[in-house]
């Protein structure tokens, strides 16, 4: 007895995967920011003024008493 002929079946595709890594850039800028905060603080000032001023005793007593 013969075989007889022999059955052939589609083809089955079986996969063997493998990963290589690529460097993709991720560019991140960064902004260094100098900053001046102007600050009021208080500048005291003082301004020297002179007067003149006439004391004016007004009339003279003797011992307690008016002059007059």
């Given amino acids: 007895m013969r075989c007889p002929r022999p059955i052939v079946c589609p083809p089955r595709c079986v996969y063997h995967d493998s990963y290589i890594p690529r460097e993709v ?3 991140h800028p960064i902004v260094h920011v100098n900053r001046q905060h102007i600050v009021n603080v208080p500048r005291h ?3 020297p003024i002179t007067r003149n001023v006439v ?14």
């Fill in 25 to 27: 850039p991720y560019i």
């Fill in 45 to 47: 000032i003082y301004q």
């Fill in 55 to 68: 004391v004016d005793p007004g009339y003279p007593r003797r011992y307690g008493r008016p002059y007059y």
